[in-house]
Structures are given as structure tokens and as C-alpha cells.
């Protein structure tokens, strides 16, 4: 079956530590995303990535890297510059970047906590 | 103003009952509007999309846009408890992306 697979589906960071959050898709989705969900909050844009080997910030990209080597694969790094990391991390892709009938397949997220 | 508003909730019915849930956008150059149900402690899923002004139903879900007022809105008929969830409004915007409210939490009573 098609879909995202987000992994691992909790993580436990230590103060200083870089971690990587993986995004892989199989729906052949030229576009992805991350987002960030606080408790009560909406999801908020990191960063996105319409092609291969180019990506943009989102609107609170500080303190998180990414990189798009593969059509496939968009993988987040939460840094020891993020000071507030602890959140749920979300993932989506879509079909086609500026395309407005596409609508974003989510995975299931990652539960991120700095220990 | 946000680009997205919702009321937060939470929107109590009974079982059987019709559920409104509202949202108002503030950019004009909006396209489409996408609602996506997400159960606590899971991610989001997309229950529908509209982009023209209207009505749009796929079986209990009604949703309807009003772009003179910048209004959209998600009815579900014959609520039931399993519905119970935050139900996100997202337009496609004219940066060419989806922007998220916050959702309005339902709470369907037996």
C-alpha cells in the first residue's frame, strides 16, 4: 500500500543533541512538508520541498535542517539550536507543488521529547 | 487577523444530530478548502475539498463555501460518537500552500 512512513514514533532527545526525524513516501508525491503541532495548537510550517535537491523555509525554520536528496525521502533535523523542540512532528507530501486540488497526505507523525 | 479562524470548541451534540463547524479566511486569492479530521494523538485526514462556491456532499459530510464572505463551513449529518475528533479547516492559499487553523473540537454524546 501507498502511504508515508514516519519514523521513529517517539524520540527522546538529550539537551545539545541533534536529532533526524525520517519522512519516506511511496506515493511518487512531488512535494513535501513538515509541520509542527504544539498541544492545542495548529500545525505550523517548517519546511517544504517541491523538487529534488531544492527546498524552503517554512514560517519558524529556525533551529531545523532538511535536505531532499531523493524524490522519496525528506528527512528533519531538530538541532541543538531549536531551544523548544518538544512537539508532534508531522510530515506530509502532495501530489504536485501548487497544484490547489492537492490536498496533503499526512504520516503518522513523530513525538519528539527533550529530556 | 489570522489567516484562518475557527472556533475552538468544543462543539458538543448528541448522536444523530447535525454538526456545524465553521471557518473564515482572510486571503482572497484562496483557491480550494480542504477539512481534515484528526483524532487525538494521531495526524491528520483528509475527509473533503471544495473550490467552488456551494454546496458539496459525499455521504454525511456537507461542505459549504461562500467566497464573497470569505466562509466555509463542514456539516456532518447523523453524528456519531466516532466522529469525535478536531476537525482543521485548510485553504489553499495564494502563497500556493495549505494554511491550517487551529480546529474546532467535536464531542458527539451517545
Known amino acids: 500500500d501507498g502511504g508515508i512512513t514516519q519514523s521513529p514514533k517517539y524520540l527522546f532527545r538529550k539537551e545539545g543533541q541533534n536529532v533526524t526525524l525520517s519522512c519516506e513516501q511511496n506515493?511518487?508525491?512531488?512535494?513535501m512538508y513538515w509541520y509542527r503541532q504544539d498541544p492545542g495548537q495548529g500545525l505550523r510550517l517548517i519546511y517544504y520541498?517541491?523538487?529534488?535537491?531544492?527546498?524552503q523555509k517554512g514560517d519558524i525554520a529556525e533551529g531545523y535542517s532538511v535536505s531532499r536528496e531523493k524524490k522519496e525521502s525528506f528527512p528533519l533535523t531538530v538541532t541543538s539550536a531549536q531551544k523548544n523542540p518538544t512537539a508532534f512532528y508531522l510530515c506530509?507530501?502532495?501530489?504536485?507543488?501548487?497544484?490547489?486540488?492537492?490536498?496533503?497526505?499526512f504520516g503518522s507523525g513523530t513525538r519528539l521529547t527533550v529530556v | 487577523q489570522k489567516e484562518v479562524e475557527q472556533n475552538s470548541g468544543p462543539l458538543s451534540v448528541p448522536e444523530g444530530a447535525i454538526a456545524s463547524l465553521n471557518c473564515t479566511y482572510s486571503?482572497?486569492?484562496?483557491?480550494?478548502f480542504f477539512w481534515y479530521r484528526q483524532y487525538s494523538g494521531k495526524s491528520p485526514e483528509l475527509i473533503m475539498f471544495?473550490?467552488?462556491?456551494g454546496d458539496k456532499e459525499d455521504g454525511r459530510f456537507t461542505a459549504q463555501l461562500n467566497k464573497a464572505s470569505q466562509y466555509v463551513s463542514l456539516l456532518i449529518r447523523d453524528s456519531q460518537p466516532s466522529d469525535s475528533a478536531t476537525y482543521l479547516c485548510?485553504?489553499?492559499?495564494?502563497?500556493?500552500?495549505?494554511?491550517f487553523g487551529t480546529g474546532t473540537r467535536l464531542l458527539v454524546s451517545p
Open positions: 506530509a507530501s502532495s501530489i504536485r507543488a501548487r497544484d490547489y486540488l492537492s490536498g496533503y497526505t
Open positions: 506515493l511518487n508525491h512531488d512535494a
Open positions: 520541498s517541491q523538487i529534488v535537491n531544492d527546498f
Open positions: 486571503d482572497r486569492g484562496s483557491q480550494s
Open positions: 471544495i473550490y467552488s462556491n
Open positions: 485548510a485553504p489553499f492559499t495564494g502563497f500556493q500552500k495549505l494554511v
